[in-house]
Each structure stands twice: as C-alpha cells, then as structure tokens.
C-alpha cells in the first residue's frame, strides 16, 4: 500500500480533512470534462472498470481518444444525443481535503444549471480557452457565479500548450477578465495557466511556465481558505423539528433541532425566538454524541432554552442585539427555473424559506438581467426560464431574512408552483452584487 | 483557539441529519429502506442520531428477496433491538407465492423487488421512503436528487427533475406520489467505512476479511454456502476473501482481502481500485443503462 493512500485513509478517520465544494462551469469546446477527467484521474479517483467501459464505447463509437465526458454523461438521452443534461456531481479526496464537484453543463440550461451548482459551492472554476480569451460565455458564469455569492474563481487559462505556453497571451487574460470583474464582486480571483490535456499545472507544477508562480490548480484548491467565508458573526438559528421524547426516562426533555445557519452559539448565551420575540437563555446544545461547548454551521445540534416558551418549526433564534430583518414585503433577485409558465405579476407561490413556508405574490418586476451585458431591462411584464430579474414579493407572514450577500443562508427561499409542486424559481434576498 | 472548521466526515453527517430531519418534518408517513447493507446501517445509525434523546419517529422496512446471508438479517435484527423502532418485511418470496411476481431466469431478485417495495410503499400509505443510494455509486445516480420525486406509479423521471439549490428541500407531493431521500447522496464509499471505523458501527462479518471456502466463477470468488452450493466439475480452495456489497447471497460475490479490521477496510479501500458494484454484482453488468432503467421503474 502507497503512502498516499495510508495518508489519505488515515486523515478522512482523524478527522483533519475538511470539505470543499465547488462548481466548474464552461462548454464542449473549452476541455471542461478533460480537466476534470485529469483531475480524477491523477488523484486515482476513476475506477478501472468505469475507465475500460469509458474506453470501450469511445472504441465502438470510432473516436481517436478516450471521451471522458462519458464518465459524467449518465442518462441515456446524454449519451445518445452527446449533450450534458444536468448538474453532475463527482467526488475525489486528497489527504487534505474531500472535494465535490458541481459539474455544470454549458450549453443547455446553463443558468439553471449553474445556479443550481454555485448555490452551494465554496468556489467556482471558470474555463478559458488560451486562444479565445473572455468571451460572452466567461462572463455569464461569471456573473452568475458572483450572484450566488461564490467567494472564490478560479479562472483556468486552458490549452496553453495550443499557445507555446506564452506568458503574453496568459497575461492579456488576466488583464481582460480583471477589468470586467471589476464591475463585480469577486473577493477572491485566481488565474492558473493549465492544459488540462498534457496535464500542465493541474495537479504538478508544469516545466512549460516557468513565468507562473502560482500553485498549481490542485494544490491551490487543497489551500483554499474557506474558514473565514462563513458567516461566525450573526446567529441565525432555523428551527427545524422539536424534539419530545415520548419515553419514560426523558418526559421532560424539551429540544429544538436544526442545522446552524449562521454565528457561534454558546451555552449561557442570551438568545431571542422569533417571530415570538420572547428573550431567554441556550441551556445545553446537545448532539446524539453529548452536549457542546458551542455550534457553528454547519453542525446539526439540539437547542434547549432556559426558559419554557412556545417555539415550533420555521420560527427562529437569533441574539437580542442582532435579529434579522421581520420582512413581509421581499426584494429580491430570482433565476426563473420553469419551462411551462413564466413568471408574471399577480401570481402566486409557495415559498420555502430556511425551515418555513408561506404563500407569495408577486407584486412587482423591476427589471429583467441581461446575463451577458448585465444590463437592465426595465419595463418587462415576464421572467422567463432562465432568465434573471429583480422582483418585489408580498409574502402572507413575515419571514426573517437577512441580505443573501452577507448571509446566503437565511438570505435565500425557493418558490414552488401551488399546483404542480414543482420548484419554479431560487431566489437572493437584496440587490445586485455589482457597485454599477 | 477552535478554527471552527467542521471536519468532512462531520460535515457530511450534518448534511444527512438535517435532510432526515427535514423528511420528518415535511412528510406525512416516512419510511426508511434497510437492506442491513452498509449503506443503510450508516443511514440507520444517522437517523437515530437526529432524533436523539427521542426514538426514530418511523419505521423501517426489509424488502427481503428471501436470499439473505444470515449475518445480515441477525444485524438488521440487533439493530431494530438496540434501536426499539418498528420493522416491516415486504417479503418477494411471498410475493412470489402470490404471483404479483416471477422468478427471473437468471436467479436474481434484484428485479422483481421493484413491484414488492413499491406495493408495500402504497399498502402502508408512505410518502417518504428513505435510501441509501450515493451518487458516486453509478453515473445515474449521479444526477439523482436528494430529494427524489415519484409519480404515482413510482416512476423516476430523469429529464423532469426539481431543480434543488440550495439546502432548500421541496418535497411536496399530490395524494400517491412520493418522494425517495438519499441523505447519502454525498458520501463515497471511503466515506462510509471512514464513519463507520470512526463510529464504531456493528456491521455484518460478511464484511469483514476472514478464511472462506470460495469457488471462482468466471473471475468472481463466490463462497460456498447453501445459495451457492458448488456444481459438478467445480473445485472450491479456502481464500481470505471479503464483501464490498452484501446484495442476494445467490449473486454476490466476494473479493481476496486481508482487511479483517474496520481500520484496514478504510485503508483497502482508499487505495482499491475498481467499484465496488464493478467487482461483486452479477446483477449489475447487464448494460450501460441497466440502472438508469431500473430506477425508471421504482428501483432504489
């Protein structure tokens, strides 16, 4: 047995290795599949038997190389037609870190797809081709990616090998794609000259750059500091579920479960439920393992408060002096995610938001996004299937939100069609990400 | 000074607990698959865990095909004991007997367990079946939804998927459809035996390395038992061999190990290269699309 794998065997039972999410966007052309081929197969992720079946039907299908898109392309309509369908999600682990990955398709249903995958992503990596440069499509996942409020982009100057590895051209990039991010906000932009192909700078350090400096992508996304992205300063405690014994040994047990969505909750803390607005103190934050010394997201825990009040699911805690916002009346960005009806004024929808539901109208369309130009379109009367707008809801009960760009947690709702049930938009609470 | 940061494995289990959570507290009638596999002893272990100092508000249901190794079925067993949670048994063999179902000619059951579990789904009234299916699993799976939407003839409907962003979980159903909720969607196979060997679980031997008498079958070893009694011709040799999956003991097979410990198991399979449904499952190598169309009929 290697040492990389005792390492690795070892970390993911000592609990050092940590999570790291991340989305990687871009089409056909620009060797997204290849790159993350590359990066499953250096870290001896793809399995022989998939590699060989990978390798048996590019044979039959008459192809000079091994087409690892394959290997995510799972449905039969994928596989007959050639296309990416949905959001696949791939798994590899260093001894540093568990990685999952988003991978999103380009072309078809791209805004839904993206945003589907930057919602709960750590980091998104963005393909460029060395010989194109920042095309429109570098800017929509851009974009989009900002708009989930990804903290990190990774941009990947693809097939420099194509480009004799010119510092030049991977200079120019950096230079163009700065610029356009600069109207956005992107806390933290990376560039790594790469060839996903000949495997520069993926996981070794290429010999072809000696001009680059950086790390490597794999090295750089295992040192990603992710630690501080999270937001350890505004409890937001969703409840979720109460729990009762119905048992002889724990009759008086009273517990609030749920999953922290935001701050560091402490034992003796004072803390006020919401919508109640009723103040007490944290007893014990408890687990199936034993009580904590404190909760931080995203562990899922078991409050028990001081005093007894009357706390069920979807209401919230929170601390006396940094309570969310009581909003009825909801501004907000959606991605519109429904091919059968668009969205219109006057309609009406369920809304999911953290551990609650309510009914919502749609009161207003302020403008309708141009994901490419990021311009506004002001006076359209629909958003339609991925498309982006900036809407005004009135919701039946207040819910308690908090701006997605400082807390993507109790910042964001979906809204679910009343009579097919099918979840028909993602919504952010607050304005765009741009200073424009 | 702590870094707050919660380790994979813990995140992972967050993850899990909240979505069981959530099922418990959106649905009307939850169930959970038990196989006494791995996967749904680790899905078992988590739920108990959510609910905790409280018992595990639902059942959990055995779809037994009637061709389990009994290290399995006295695990499931152990568990319900330790646990006090409610079993149900769809049974395929009764079914069988009731003719809802024929026996394939090649043996498996994997099949005909559809038509049981689904019957059983809509006898008792559930709305929310719990599985253990993990995305890294399969390149079906790997598109499938942690909440899983079924019509009502339990049918997957992979181009007409609700979109899930977020940890905003959408499981609203018409009166006979469902939903199925894979917590482990996220988790790999290392992960599940790193928690496992973290957590100490009790797990079938089967799983464990040890001496066995095995026949070697067009490069698959399968212990010889009354399941798979040896054929004329055939000549059996004693291998330290163990399980990677616990599935109809007619047709899984066994792979050489020499990890008799959890801890050498998540060593084994950190460096093991080949799936494990690639290594063991016969019923698994029926075609490219064998499980797509499976699920598309109401498989797990």
């Not at chain 1, 006020?272 to 103040?279: D, I, K, Q, R, Y």
């Not at chain 1, 909003?327 to 004024?345: G, H």
């Not at chain 2, 993990?134 to 181009?159: C, H, L, M, T």
Request: hydrophobic share 40%; charged share 25%.
């Amino acid at each position: 047995m290697s040492t990389t794998t005792e390492n690795l065997a070892e970390a993911l039972t000592d609990g050092s290795t940590d999570l790291l999410r991340f989305a990687t966007a871009g089409s056909v052309d620009d060797g997204k599949s290849t790159l993350i081929g590359r990066l499953l197969f250096d870290s001896k992720t793809i399995f022989e038997d998939q590699l060989d079946s990978v390798e048996n039907v590019s044979k039959d299908r008459g192809n000079d190389y091994t087409d690892l898109s394959l290997l995510t392309d799972g449905l039969r309509a994928e596989r007959e037609q050639g296309i990416t369908i949905d959001v696949a999600y791939r798994y590899f682990a260093t001894p540093k870190r568990k990685f999952i990955i988003a991978d999103t398709p380009g072309h078809i249903q791209y805004t839904r797809n993206m945003v589907t995958g930057a919602s709960t992503a750590d980091a998104a990596l963005i393909l460029v081709d060395a010989r194109k440069g920042v095309i429109e499509q570098s800017r929509r996942h851009t974009f989009l990616a900002t708009l989930l409020g990804v903290p990190h982009i990774v941009v990947c100057v693809n097939k420099m090998d194509l480009v004799d590895y010119s510092e030049e051209v991977f200079e120019n990039i950096r230079k163009d794609f700065t610029e356009f991010a600069s109207r956005l906000r992107v806390p933290d932009l990376t560039f790594i000259p790469i060839s996903a192909l000949e495997g520069d700078n993926v996981v070794n350090r290429s010999e072809n750059t000696p001009w680059y400096e950086g790390s490597p992508l794999l090295s750089h996304l295992e040192r990603l500091h992710v630690a501080s992205d999270r937001n350890l300063v505004d409890v937001r405690f969703p409840v979720q579920y109460v729990i009762r014994p119905q048992s002889h040994d724990a009759r008086d047990y009273r517990g609030y479960a749920g999953t922290v969505a935001s701050g560091v909750m402490k034992p003796g803390d004072r803390v006020v439920a919401l919508p109640a607005g009723l103040e007490t103190t944290i007893e014990s934050i408890d687990t199936a393992d034993g009580p904590v010394d404190e909760a931080y997201p995203p562990m899922a825990v078991t409050v028990r408060l001081a005093d007894e009040i009357d706390i069920s699911r979807g209401d919230m805690i929170a601390r006396p002096n940094n309570t969310p916002a009581a909003l009825q009346n909801i501004d907000a960005q959606i991605c519109w995610m429904d091919e059968s009806a668009p969205l219109t004024v006057g309609k009406k929808y369920a809304i999911k938001h953290t551990t609650r539901w309510a009914r919502a109208m749609v009161k207003d369309i302020n403008y309708r996004v141009d994901v490419n130009s990021l311009h506004r379109d002001e006076g359209v009367t629909e958003i339609k299937l991925n498309e982006i707008g900036r809407i005004q809801l009135r919701v039946t009960q207040p819910l308690f939100v908090d701006p997605y760009q400082q807390n993507s947690e109790t910042g964001s709702f979906i809204l679910v069609d009343e009579s097919t049930n099918k979840t028909v938009a993602a919504g952010m609470v607050g304005g765009l990400p741009h200073s424009s | 000074m702590t870094s707050h940061v919660l380790s994979q494995l813990r995140s992972l289990e967050a993850e899990s607990i909240h979505i069981i959570r959530e099922v418990v507290a959106e649905m009307e009638r939850p169930v959970l698959l038990f196989s006494g596999g791995k996967d749904s002893i680790v899905m078992l272990h988590m739920a108990a865990k959510a609910f905790a100092p409280a018992r595990i508000p639902f059942p959990i249901m055995h779809v037994d095909t009637g061709l389990n190794f009994q290290s399995v079925l006295d695990t499931r067993d152990r568990w319900v004991e330790r646990l006090g949670i409610q079993l149900v048994v769809a049974s395929v063999q009764d079914a069988i007997d009731r003719g809802l179902v024929k026996e394939e000619p090649n043996g498996s059951r994997n099949r005909i367990q559809t038509p049981v579990l689904l019957e059983a789904v809509e006898k008792h009234g559930f709305d929310a079946a719990f599985g253990g299916g993990r995305r890294d699993e399969e390149k079906a799976r790997a598109k499938e939804r942690v909440f899983s939407f079924r019509d009502d003839f339990g049918q997957w409907d992979p181009k007409n998927q609700r979109p899930e962003i977020w940890n905003l979980y959408n499981g609203r159903v018409h009166q006979g459809e469902s939903i199925r909720v894979f917590p482990l969607s996220n988790w790999t196979e290392l992960d599940i035996w790193s928690y496992i060997a973290a957590e100490n679980m009790d797990i079938p031997d089967l799983y464990l390395a040890q001496e066995r008498e095995v026949v070697n079958r067009d490069g698959m070893l399968f212990a010889v038992n009354e399941f798979t009694p040896l054929k004329e011709g055939e000549t059996s040799e004693i291998r330290s061999v163990r399980y990677r999956t616990v599935g109809d003991a007619n047709l899984t097979a066994a792979v050489e190990s020499q990890a008799s410990t959890l801890n050498a198991i998540v060593e084994e399979t950190a460096a093991v290269r080949i799936t494990e449904r690639g290594a063991t499952r016969g019923d698994d190598k029926v075609s490219e699309a064998a499980m797509e169309d499976r699920k598309r009929e109401g498989y797990f």
